[in-house]
């Protein structure tokens, strides 16, 4: 059996198993372990594999993941996310469709402690629908609107997915944190003109908040501005080449501890749930890590990635059309799957057919990201869109679906311009020092 054939066969067993069920790191190396067997028998595959765990686990880059969630897990624990809400509802709350602006504000604000758009969803259901229902918002605008802030979590940089590409492409972190902002904002804007245009057309799906006197707006802004502070240094840092992305995480964390504790919003007890937190976390990235590389190392020794990038090179196709079929992809394995093992499943297949098109890889970085998140948004069975049902249970699955059309459309058309204005993602890292 040639390795190219092994090599599917191993891709068919990863997708079965993927929906059986089966924990997404023991998915990876199962179908990974499978392959080299296959491919190099026991003896010799065994000796092959035995590197790979250590090389995985010790890797110094790997640090970043588990200090840039401690960042968000003590600013969540420390009431700094709800700051910047209770902040973004004073400022934004007045205006036509406020409250829904101030959730896309402020998840972007969470975006910088979270890195996840379905943990973004799922948190702005609790902390944002309760205050939207008290003043009047109908669920198809209020739900539609949490559900279609969550790819900022992702986009808005420290993100999770991006450390996650960054690391399996070979791409610079630190490029692919400055590419995400000028996106997310650019999502940002494209999300608040939709629900703008939503509650002139209908304003009774989204009643205006009580006027808040300048005084207490100006308060407002004293707790929140310490973490944005934090923010501006740490990514201001790793711009600057003052300090690297991994210094920048753990600036990053240390600061949100301190804060909380300046500020005494941290007590003995949220500190150690925080940091159990943080270890389960880091543990199941480790894992995951892991076994994505025993599968990496599987697609390697198939020769599957080299063979499909060199068909995709000799076909006579625009580089653009090729992108257009990765998207069609991604938006389909959203509706199943969260960015993170979308990622960890088609990087190492669909990376190598880039480098052939001599695309740039940070900017392909940031779209497949973009991709990943909005497809997380897309009926019937987008991943956002159960959550918000499933936290969410006296609205139902169908009134989110029909609420999130026109920020499907708005979030699409974000992602073109992406596509086809690549400078959108690409014109803050050339600028990097050091770049």
Not at 60 to 82: D, H, I, K, Q, R
Request: charged share 10%.
């Amino acid at each position: 059996m040639s390795p190219m054939t092994v090599g599917l066969i191993g891709l068919a067993l990863m997708v079965i198993l993927m929906f059986l069920g089966m924990p997404i790191a023991l998915v990876f190396g199962i179908s990974g372990l499978a392959g080299i067997m296959m491919i190099l028998g026991p003896d010799l595959g065994i000796n092959y594999m035995m590197s790979i765990p250590v090389t995985a686990a010790a890797s110094y880059t790997l640090l970043v993941m588990p200090m840039f969630t401690m960042m968000g897990e003590v600013a969540s624990s420390g009431g700094l996310t709800t700051d910047a809400y209770g902040a973004a509802r004073c400022w934004f709350g007045r205006a036509r469709g406020g409250l829904a602006v101030t959730t896309s504000v402020a998840s972007a604000i969470f975006g910088c402690v979270c890195g996840s758009g379905v943990t973004t969803a799922m948190v702005f259901s609790q902390v944002a629908w309760p205050e939207m229902k008290r003043n009047g918002y109908s669920p198809r605008l209020g739900l539609a609107a949490i559900a279609a802030a969550g790819p900022l979590g992702t986009l808005i940089p420290p993100s999770v997915p991006l450390i996650m590409y960054g690391i399996m492409s070979e791409t610079s972190i630190g490029k692919l944190f400055m590419a995400g902002w000028l996106p997310g904002i650019l999502l940002l804007l494209c999300l608040c003109i939709t629900i703008n245009i939503w509650s002139r057309l209908r304003p009774q799906d989204a009643p205006r908040a009580e006027k808040i006197p300048l005084k207490v707006k100006l308060k407002s802004l004293v707790h929140v501005l310490p973490f944005l502070i934090l923010i501006l240094l740490v990514m201001g840092g790793i711009w600057g080449g003052i300090c690297t992305v991994n210094e920048g995480a753990a600036v990053g964390a240390m600061g949100a501890l301190l804060i909380t504790l300046v500020m005494r919003r941290m007590k003995l007890k949220q500190f150690i749930q925080s940091m159990k937190s943080v270890c389960g976390t880091g543990c199941s990235f480790f894992f995951l890590f892991v076994g994505v590389q025993f599968f990496n190392s599987f697609m390697t020794l198939s020769g599957l990635p080299r063979a499909l990038a060199a068909w995709v090179g000799g076909l006579s196709i625009s580089p653009m059309a090729v992108i257009w079929v990765i998207v069609v992809v991604y938006l389909f394995l959203g509706c199943f799957l969260d960015v993170a093992p979308i990622m960890m499943l088609t990087i190492p297949i669909f990376a190598p057919v880039v480098r052939t098109l001599g695309l740039d890889m940070v900017w392909f970085g940031i779209l497949v990201t973009f991709c990943g998140a909005l497809g997380a948004l897309t009926p019937p069975v987008g991943m956002n869109l159960f959550v918000l049902a499933n936290r969410v249970p006296d609205v139902s699955i169908g009134e989110i679906i029909k609420g999130i059309i026109p920020f499907l459309a708005a979030t699409f058309i974000a992602l073109v311009i992406v596509m086809y204005v690549p400078q959108v993602a690409t014109l803050l890292p050339s600028l990097m020092i050091g770049s």
